[in-house]
């Protein structure tokens, strides 16, 4: 947690949201006094037991396994992952990077985090042949395009086959005169995390949709895969906090962003922005083979 404190102190704007004007819809006790009402309890001891450590769940794709084969777990909610917190913006990809590596985790790839919010961890499937002797923007936007023309048949949210209204964090507002992304005028209104007991995928992950946007991991190369020890490039995941009245972009589960602001992950000016955390995953150990 030392580590964790010194990345935060070397930031001036790391952490949830601008003070001054961030407004949002409801408090922490508030949070907490709902669950209490709804007899809703986050902890999950077969998770724990698992994944070895608090709200985290196991990765697998239900149609083949149990959650006892999965090889790696991500986090239930958005950093830092305590029910009932306000999710942590203004963090550039390098530094959720980091803070997932001090805590011994690391952030999660692209289909990783896909799985989660659809509710199956599906074999790696990134189209690096595409990636080969490009640049990096062409490159994303060539795997992007290929990725989503695949995918869009079977669209799906955190919570069901079709978009929906209030069940997420996504009925909040952006503060009037924000331009865009602007540390002094535009507040961070997010929901506290788990604030919507049915904002759940069915994996039992909280938040993929609404609250914050997320940076992930995009791989153009299989060396750069997380999961496999690499770091690639930026990739911006989910939804955000004003979805119910302003789609600002697509945010089904398996949909892949364009190159927005992208860099690779570990680049000092990698972006930030008052509405982009990130959530952090986790490899677990594997049995010794014969």
């Given at each position: 947690?030392?580590?964790?404190?010194?990345?935060?102190?070397?930031?001036?704007?790391?952490?949830?949201?601008?003070?001054?004007?961030?407004?949002?819809?409801?408090?922490?006790?508030?949070?907490?006094?709902?669950?209490?009402?709804?007899?809703?309890?986050?902890?999950?001891?077969?998770?724990e037991r698992i994944c070895g450590a608090k709200f985290m769940a196991p990765l697998y794709d239900p149609r083949a396994t149990g959650p006892e084969a999965a090889r790696a777990c991500i986090d239930q909610?958005?950093?830092?992952?305590?029910?009932?917190?306000?999710?942590?913006?203004?963090?550039?990809?390098?530094?959720?990077?980091?803070?997932?590596?001090?805590?011994?985790?690391?952030?999660?790839?692209?289909?990783?985090?896909?799985?989660?919010?659809?509710?199956r961890l599906e074999p790696a499937d990134y189209p690096f042949d595409l990636a080969r002797g490009v640049a990096p923007g062409v490159a994303v936007s060539r795997m992007r395009l290929a990725h989503n023309r695949v995918r869009q048949a079977s669209k799906s949210w955190s919570y069901g086959k079709t978009y929906r209204e209030g069940v997420c964090g996504t009925a909040s507002f952006k503060t009037i005169g924000c331009p865009g992304g602007d540390w002094a005028r535009c507040g961070s209104n997010t929901?506290?995390?788990?604030?919507?007991?049915?904002?759940?995928?069915?994996?039992?992950?909280?938040?993929?949709?609404?609250?914050?946007?997320?940076?992930?991991?995009?791989?153009?190369?299989?060396?750069?895969?997380?999961?496999?020890?690499g770091l690639g490039y930026t990739e911006m995941k989910g939804s955000w906090f004003i979805f119910d009245s302003y789609r600002a972009?697509?945010?089904?589960?398996?949909?892949?962003?364009?190159?927005?602001?992208?860099?690779?992950?570990?680049?000092e000016k990698s972006h930030a922005n008052y509405h982009l955390g990130f959530r952090c995953c986790k490899t677990l150990a594997r049995e010794p083979g014969p």
């Open positions: 947690m030392r580590e964790v404190g010194r990345i935060f102190s070397l930031s001036p704007v790391l952490g949830q949201g601008n003070p001054a004007i961030s407004v949002h819809p409801a408090t922490p006790e508030e949070c907490r006094a709902q669950l209490a009402r709804g007899s809703v309890s986050y902890d999950n001891p077969s998770f909610f958005e950093f830092p992952n305590i029910p009932c917190a306000y999710p942590v913006v203004w963090v550039r990809a390098r530094e959720a990077a980091l803070i997932c590596q001090a805590l011994g985790k690391r952030l999660c790839d692209a289909h990783e985090w896909e799985g989660a919010c659809d509710g929901y506290p995390a788990g604030f919507f007991p049915g904002c759940h995928s069915g994996l039992g992950v909280y938040d993929l949709n609404g609250n914050v946007a997320e940076h992930m991991n995009l791989p153009l190369e299989a060396s750069q895969m997380t999961s496999e020890g972009h697509e945010d089904w589960c398996r949909w892949r962003a364009p190159f927005w602001h992208g860099t690779r992950v570990m680049d």
